[in-house]
């Protein structure tokens, strides 16, 4: 429990510090807001409100790539993943530390990018806040379990921002999935839809549990 | 041994494919059946194998479980390419159109990607004992998102055209044993294929090991 907290404030502080992961995602995503503007047929604002709800997850999921490609990066400056590695603790707190650090980057990054499809596309996102946040929550938690997991080995391989993309893309595929179903539904009608949020606790649990066990597999020194 | 077995039980198949009756609605394209769904089955075994042998690589940490997981993923993905080139050909003659989005062509297509994946994951990494744990790794995750997949493409609607499971009886009479016949065929060739690629990985370590040790 001490290793997850030590790993989860180290990662905080030093994108507090740093700010640069942070940044550069919530830059990302908002560029991309731009280039859906450019790259969606001109209508009128229904159509573009009826597709806000998916373009927002793809631009969180790219964001996250980026940020997720960093987190471990990061790390291996001054060999710091060894000494990770090394440390003679269970490898599965650390890999909680790691992905609640990257969870939590991931909804900042969410949330502002949320106001921005809210401001550019007429998305309803402050109308039912506290759906929304379930449904942001949720979706963020399977994509930063699955990153983090593959995140640590993609770092250790050739192309490793390529690699990351090619691993996690299809993986996630359910949880974009349901998340985008959710958030439409909540959009439309107000309303959380049982069956999306259902299958994204199950992912949730799923890659949660198996990027728990894996880690320490992934990990080396 | 295996490769007479295949030689034996492909003939058998195409002898009874050629002679099961024509579909009276669908004419002789409904034969494809007898290839499709039977590569189908060998591929889902061969990518059931590699998650399989990857989760025992990591317990045991034998290098040869590492190597099966390798020749199931690649004869899997040539399986797999057999089917969605199969599919989309049935598709355009019978129900008009290449590419459905129907479930399980969605859940067969996102696994090709998954195990291609894979075999790039394996050829991008560096040493073979961090390559063989990473692989397994992701085998097994990557099978875990099968049934997540199959629940995601639920929730869109569930445009199923795909016929229903065998077991209820869609298959006209003297279609039964072409069938059953395809997937045995198919799943002993997977392991004769499986076979043989694992023996020359198991040579290709040999080899590697002896040029390791230098000159004798």
Same mark, same amino acid.
């Given at each position: 429990?001490?290793?997850?907290?030590?790993?989860?404030?180290?990662?905080?502080?030093?994108?507090?510090?740093?700010?640069?992961?942070?940044?550069?995602?919530?830059? #990302?995503? $908002?560029? !991309? @807001? =731009?280039?859906?503007?450019? %790259?969606?047929?001109? &209508?009128?604002?229904?159509? +573009?409100?009826? /597709?806000?709800?998916?373009?927002?997850?793809?631009?969180?999921?790219?964001?996250?790539?980026?940020?997720?490609?960093?987190?471990?990066?990061?790390?291996?400056?001054?060999?710091?993943?060894?000494?990770?590695?090394?440390?003679?603790?269970?490898?599965?707190?650390?890999?909680?530390?790691?992905?609640?650090?990257? #969870?939590? $980057?991931? !909804? @900042? =990054?969410?949330?502002?990018? %949320?106001?921005?499809? &809210?401001?550019?596309?007429? +998305?309803?996102? /402050?109308?039912?806040?506290?759906?929304?946040?379930?449904?942001?929550?949720?979706?963020?938690?399977?994509?930063?379990?699955?990153?983090?997991?593959?995140?640590?080995?993609?770092?250790?391989?050739?192309?490793?921002?390529?690699?990351?993309?090619?691993?996690?893309?299809?993986?996630?595929?359910?949880?974009?999935?349901?998340?985008?179903?959710?958030?439409?539904?909540?959009?439309?009608?107000?309303?959380?839809?049982?069956?999306?949020?259902?299958?994204?606790?199950?992912?949730?649990?799923?890659?949660?549990?198996?990027?728990?066990?894996?880690?320490?597999?992934?990990?080396?020194? | 041994?295996?490769?007479?077995?295949?030689?034996?039980?492909?003939?058998?198949?195409?002898?009874?494919?050629?002679?099961?009756?024509?579909?009276?609605?669908?004419?002789?394209?409904?034969?494809?059946?007898?290839?499709?769904?039977?590569?189908?089955?060998?591929?889902?075994?061969?990518?059931?194998?590699?998650?399989?042998?990857?989760?025992?690589?990591?317990?045991?940490?034998?290098?040869?479980?590492?190597?099966?997981?390798?020749?199931?993923?690649?004869?899997?993905?040539?399986?797999?390419?057999?089917?969605?080139?199969?599919?989309?050909?049935?598709?355009?003659?019978?129900?008009?159109?290449?590419?459905?989005?129907?479930?399980?062509?969605?859940?067969?297509?996102?696994?090709?990607?998954?195990?291609?994946?894979?075999?790039?994951?394996?050829?991008?990494?560096?040493?073979?004992?961090?390559?063989?744990?990473?692989?397994?790794?992701?085998?097994?995750?990557?099978?875990?998102?099968?049934?997540?997949?199959?629940?995601?493409?639920?929730?869109?609607?569930?445009?199923?055209?795909?016929?229903?499971?065998?077991?209820?009886?869609?298959?006209?009479?003297?279609?039964?044993?072409?069938?059953?016949?395809?997937?045995?065929?198919?799943?002993?060739?997977?392991?004769?294929?499986?076979?043989?690629?694992?023996?020359?990985?198991?040579?290709?370590?040999?080899?590697?090991?002896?040029?390791?040790?230098?000159?004798?």
């Amino acid at each position: 429990m001490n290793v997850l907290l030590a790993v989860l404030w180290k990662d905080l502080l030093s994108e507090w510090r740093s700010r640069d992961r942070v940044v550069s995602m919530l830059l #990302f995503s $908002l560029l !991309v @807001v =731009v280039i859906f503007h450019f %790259a969606l047929p001109p &209508g009128p604002p229904a159509q +573009a409100q009826a /597709l806000a709800p998916g373009l927002l997850w793809v631009a969180t999921l790219f964001a996250a790539l980026l940020g997720l490609n960093r987190a471990f990066a990061l790390e291996l400056e001054n060999d710091a993943l060894s000494g990770l590695a090394l440390a003679p603790v269970d490898r599965g707190w650390i890999f909680l530390g790691k992905a609640i650090a990257n #969870f939590v $980057l991931i !909804v @900042v =990054v969410q949330v502002v990018t %949320a106001g921005a499809f &809210g401001l550019a596309f007429g +998305a309803p996102v /402050l109308a039912h806040p506290v759906g929304f946040a379930l449904v942001l929550g949720l979706g963020s938690a399977g994509i930063s379990a699955a990153g983090t997991l593959f995140g640590a080995v993609a770092v250790r391989t050739r192309f490793r921002e390529l690699v990351l993309a090619l691993l996690l893309l299809p993986l996630l595929v359910p949880v974009l999935a349901a998340a985008t179903r959710a958030t439409t539904v909540l959009f439309e009608t107000g309303d959380l839809d049982p069956a999306p949020l259902r299958l994204l606790a199950v992912a949730d649990a799923v890659f949660w549990i198996s990027s728990y066990l894996l880690f320490e597999y992934v990990l080396d020194e | 041994m295996l490769a007479l077995a295949v030689a034996l039980t492909g003939a058998v198949w195409a002898l009874l494919v050629v002679m099961a009756p024509m579909d009276a609605m669908q004419g002789p394209i409904q034969k494809i059946l007898y290839v499709h769904v039977p590569t189908a089955f060998a591929a889902y075994a061969a990518f059931a194998t590699t998650a399989v042998a990857g989760a025992f690589y990591l317990w045991r940490e034998d290098e040869a479980f590492d190597r099966l997981a390798l020749s199931a993923a690649e004869v899997g993905v040539v399986l797999c390419t057999l089917v969605l080139v199969t599919g989309p050909i049935w598709a355009k003659g019978t129900w008009g159109r290449w590419w459905s989005w129907d479930p399980r062509l969605t859940v067969t297509l996102l696994l090709w990607f998954i195990y291609l994946a894979y075999i790039l994951l394996r050829s991008f990494t560096e040493g073979s004992e961090r390559t063989a744990r990473f692989a397994a790794v992701y085998g097994i995750v990557g099978l875990l998102a099968v049934p997540l997949n199959y629940l995601a493409i639920d929730l869109f609607g569930g445009r199923a055209i795909h016929p229903e499971n065998l077991s209820r009886g869609s298959l006209g009479e003297g279609m039964g044993a072409p069938f059953a016949a395809g997937i045995v065929a198919a799943l002993v060739a997977f392991a004769y294929l499986t076979c043989l690629r694992f023996q020359l990985e198991g040579l290709r370590a040999l080899a590697a090991r002896r040029a390791s040790l230098g000159p004798p």
